[in-house]
Each structure stands twice: as C-alpha cells, then as structure tokens.
C-alpha cells in the first residue's frame, strides 16, 4: 500500500500548456511539500502545506499554483508551461514528530516540448 | 540563508572499496538527515543523527556528526553494487523546512 503517490509519473507536454499533477498520501500526516529535482539532481523545496493551509513559498514563479483540498492531498497546478520548468517533481509528508522523516513519492518527470 | 554542501559530487568506485562522502554547512543545524534515492524513485531515510560528535552505524554505513553540528559524513565500507545512488544529506532550517545538500552519485562497480 503506498504511502505517497504521485499522478501521473510522466508528463509530456508542449509549452504554453496548462498542466496538474496530484498527490496523496495514506500516512495521517498533516504536512504536505512539492519539490523540484533539476537536471543535476538537486532537490529545492517549493511548497509545504500544513493541514492545508500554506506553510511555506519558495521563490517559486506564480504559475505555479498549489492546492490542498484536505490534508491528504496536495496538488500542482502549472500554468503556461515553460521549457525551464522540465524537471522532476516530487510530493513528500511530514509526519510534524521531530527527527521524523520525509515520506517523498516517486515523483512526476515533467518534459516540456 | 543556510546551505549544504556536499562532496564529492560524483564518484565511482569498484566493489569492496571503501568511501566517505561529506556533507557540510556554515550554519549549526539540530539535526542532519541522510537520504538515498534510486532512479526513478523519491529519497528514502537512512539515518538521522543530532548530537555533536554522534556516530551511528547502519550494518556497512556509519554515520558521523560533527562537534559543532555543522558538518556530517557517510562512510560505507566494502561497497556492493547495490549502494548505487544519489545520497543527500538534509537539514531543518526553520519550522517544517527541510532543505537538502546537492547530493554524491555514486556508482559500485562489480
């Protein structure tokens, strides 16, 4: 039973397209992120809700815009595609005891044409 | 603004050899996290060390955390081929931000 799932897995799209990516997770955890992993593998931290309100906003342009219908879930929504934004992006939650860890998904490779 | 580094980038070594990789910062973090991701896969926890100067021992991983809590290092002795990864370190900068170092790849080679 997977504990954070990502929708879809890959994600082929031209630029200028509006796409979303979902994520779950089963582990009863109120804090939910997105992070980006680039093309030299670094993972930098774009949103964290908790309990779906949000926590934190990185530098992250207004197109992209998250969603957290219930503390579950937390979606991406990404407007106007760029080819900058090609990347792999990955949901993760924090169960908020500290020293726990991140429970990251599989993540989503965004490719945009 | 607080940052991790980490060294060596990249690193291949053949089956049995023994490497460190290191993860360091200019600031103090409370605890420092070590994550190992597969391809295609998200990171997955190792271990979490918080005290300066703790040493934790995973079966052929140990980790270290320095003094000053502002640096920690990886040793795996003997490595397998199936320590192939990307290993990042991670640390809690402010409430519920985990930031991560840019990570070592590195390859075993049988």
Request: with cysteine.
């Amino acid at each position: 039973d997977t504990a954070v799932s990502q929708t879809p897995k890959y994600l082929v799209t031209q630029m200028g397209n509006d796409k979303s990516i979902k994520c779950e997770q089963n582990l009863g955890h109120d804090t939910m992120y997105w992070y980006k992993q680039d093309s030299k593998k670094f993972l930098k931290i774009m949103f964290s809700y908790n309990n779906k309100e949000l926590i934190i906003n990185e530098t992250v342009p207004n197109r992209f815009s998250p969603k957290s219908p219930d503390k579950a879930h937390l979606n991406l929504h990404i407007n106007s595609l760029e080819l900058g934004d090609s990347a792999v992006y990955f949901c993760a939650s924090w169960g908020g005891i500290n020293l726990s860890p991140l429970h990251f998904g599989n993540g989503t490779r965004l490719t945009v044409t | 603004t607080q940052l991790l580094e980490q060294s060596p980038q990249f690193l291949s070594i053949q089956e049995g050899e023994n490497l460190t990789v290191y993860c360091n910062s200019s600031s103090v973090f409370s605890s420092l996290q070590w994550y190992r991701q597969e391809p295609g896969e998200g990171p997955v926890l190792l271990v979490t060390v918080v005290t300066g100067g703790e040493v934790k021992k995973l079966k052929r991983l140990t980790f270290q955390f320095g003094d000053a809590r502002k640096d920690s290092s990886l040793h795996i002795t003997a490595a397998q081929p199936g320590d192939t990864g990307l290993y990042l370190c991670a640390g809690e900068t402010s409430y519920d931000k985990v930031i991560f170092g840019p990570g070592t790849s590195l390859s075993v080679i049988p």
